[in-house]
């Protein structure tokens, strides 16, 4: 991360959170905003995927320890007027502030400007991190929707990564290829505006660029703007993956730092509803409509499946609506081998009477009056209201 984006970005406005929220509070947030605009559910959204960018960069920073407090010491740094090199705040007016030879214009009166500036924040926050040993990269949490069936049958899926990439369109400019950016006429590119109040010197980002320094007129079709896009990575989904699943990839997220082990890619896989089939762990499930006469007399009835041929199940005679009928190693597969069952619930379909052909009718009411038992009778008596 750079000095600039530790200056002009406010990533805790970004993601929604104080700045004293805790850990736990800042992965919360972003895992909240990441499912709402991840691109897979946002697509062909610009707005949307910008943002997403957006609070990817934020959790990155906020998510590690000690780059939250060098971001944090930064921002405290240049929003109180005090700069690295001094002790303390110098004397309004003095040098360092917007008196003679001093920093109030942010301009190069006294042979110091804000690239001066910056290039000793850098400096600072590299003497600050020398002489530590390696350090293991962060994690990366990403998000992947698949179908039902590819569910049961696993793949090979393309995952998108936050964080981002050079765009390879505009090679990383942010214009439209022919084109080029140019430099903001009102902060001169250097992407914060200065002010001189109470002696002190105060610096905002820049409302015309905000904050880049530079105008894109034509924007990269492909990362509107913002010379990056998000990295792509294929894993392995395996057979039997279940919706909201989170997957470790290990070794798969952000590169390690002086030689430390990279991070790891923790994806939530999606899995879409099936319009027939349902899931309750390892089982699948089914509602199989059946005849009057097949709960009745019983039948040999055949059921769809997702590989392609209809399986036959038995429906014991005197079957009532509601009721499961089990086909074992014939549901989800297992991690450890096998698979789980088939449930299939039967549900007694009763057809309208304009269904009924007069001997149909003729034959109900036939069978009403060789069976004239009242099967309320007895719920009716419990309550004492026959």
Same mark, same amino acid.
């Given at each position: 991360?750079?000095?600039?984006?530790?200056?002009?970005?406010?990533?805790?406005?970004?993601?929604?959170?104080?700045?004293?929220?805790?850990?736990?509070?800042?992965?919360?947030?972003?895992?909240?905003?990441?499912?709402?605009?991840?691109?897979?559910?946002?697509?062909?959204?610009?707005?949307?995927?910008a943002r997403f960018k957006e609070i990817s960069e934020a959790y990155d920073v906020l998510s590690d320890?000690?780059?939250?407090?060098?971001?944090?010491?930064?921002?405290?740094?240049?929003?109180?007027?005090?700069?690295?090199?001094?002790?303390?705040?110098?004397?309004?007016?003095?040098?360092?502030?917007?008196?003679?030879?001093?920093?109030?214009?942010?301009?190069?009166?006294?042979?110091?400007?804000?690239?001066?500036?910056?290039?000793?924040?850098?400096?600072?926050?590299? *003497?600050?991190?020398?002489?530590? @040993?390696? $350090?293991? +990269?962060?994690?990366?949490?990403? /998000? %992947? &929707?698949?179908?039902?069936?590819?569910?049961?049958?696993?793949?090979?899926?393309?995952?998108?990564?936050?964080?981002?990439?050079?765009?390879?369109?505009?090679?990383?400019?942010?214009?439209?290829?022919?084109?080029?950016?140019?430099?903001?006429?009102?902060?001169?590119?250097?992407?914060?505006?200065?002010?001189?109040?109470?002696?002190?010197?105060?610096?905002?980002?820049?409302?015309?660029?905000?904050?880049?320094?530079?105008?894109?007129?034509?924007?990269?079709?492909?990362?509107?703007?913002?010379?990056?896009?998000?990295?792509?990575?294929r894993i392995r989904i395996p057979a039997g993956v279940a919706d909201a699943q989170r997957l470790k990839? *290990?070794?798969?997220?952000?590169? @390690?730092? $002086?030689? +430390?082990?990279?991070?790891?890619? /923790? %994806? &939530?896989?999606?899995?879409?509803?099936?319009?027939?089939?349902?899931?309750?762990?390892?089982?699948?499930?089914?509602?199989?409509?059946?005849t009057f006469s097949e709960a009745t007399l019983g039948a040999s009835v055949k059921v769809p499946t997702?590989?392609?041929?209809?399986?036959?199940?038995?429906?014991?005679?005197?079957?009532?609506?509601?009721?499961?009928?089990?086909?074992?190693?014939?549901?989800?597969?297992?991690?450890?081998?096998?698979?789980?069952?088939?449930?299939?619930?039967?549900?007694?379909?009763?057809?309208?009477?304009?269904?009924?052909?007069?001997?149909?009718?003729?034959?109900?009411?036939?069978?009403?009056?060789?069976?004239?038992?009242?099967?309320?009778?007895?719920?009716?008596?419990?309550?004492?209201?026959?």
């Amino acid at each position: 991360m750079s000095v600039r984006d530790m200056v002009e970005k406010d990533y805790y406005a970004a993601l929604g959170v104080p700045k004293d929220a805790p850990a736990a509070d800042i992965k919360k947030a972003y895992r909240k905003l990441a499912r709402e605009l991840h691109p897979d559910k946002n697509p062909g959204d610009a707005k949307a995927e910008a943002r997403f960018k957006e609070i990817s960069e934020a959790y990155d920073v906020l998510s590690d320890e000690r780059r939250r407090r060098e971001y944090d010491e930064a921002r405290a740094l240049f929003q109180s007027g005090r700069f690295p090199g001094g002790s303390g705040v110098p004397n309004p007016g003095g040098p360092g502030f917007g008196g003679p030879g001093g920093y109030g214009g942010f301009g190069t009166q006294g042979g110091v400007n804000l690239d001066d500036l910056l290039g000793g924040f850098g400096d600072m926050f590299q *003497r600050s991190s020398q002489g530590r @040993g390696p $350090r293991r +990269g962060t994690d990366i949490e990403a /998000e %992947v &929707t698949i179908s039902f069936e590819k569910s049961l049958t696993g793949l090979e899926a393309t995952v998108r990564i936050p964080g981002a990439a050079t765009c390879a369109t505009c090679n990383g400019v942010g214009s439209r290829p022919g084109t080029m950016p140019r430099t903001c006429p009102v902060c001169r590119g250097l992407g914060v505006i200065s002010r001189s109040q109470g002696g002190f010197a105060l610096s905002e980002p820049c409302r015309e660029c905000r904050g880049v320094g530079q105008i894109i007129e034509h924007p990269c079709p492909d990362c509107q703007g913002s010379g990056r896009r998000a990295r792509e990575q294929r894993i392995r989904i395996p057979a039997g993956v279940a919706d909201a699943q989170r997957l470790k990839v *290990r070794g798969r997220g952000s590169p @390690g730092e $002086r030689g +430390g082990s990279p991070g790891d890619l /923790e %994806v &939530t896989v999606h899995v879409q509803p099936h319009p027939v089939f349902g899931r309750e762990g390892p089982n699948l499930t089914i509602t199989l409509p059946i005849t009057f006469s097949e709960a009745t007399l019983g039948a040999s009835v055949k059921v769809p499946t997702l590989d392609g041929a209809p399986l036959t199940v038995k429906v014991p005679p005197g079957t009532s609506s509601g009721r499961r009928l089990r086909a074992k190693g014939r549901g989800v597969p297992k991690t450890d081998g096998g698979h789980g069952d088939l449930i299939v619930t039967v549900e007694v379909t009763v057809p309208k009477p304009s269904d009924l052909s007069p001997k149909a009718r003729t034959a109900l009411q036939e069978f009403a009056l060789a069976h004239p038992g009242d099967p309320r009778e007895a719920l009716l008596e419990q309550f004492g209201q026959i």
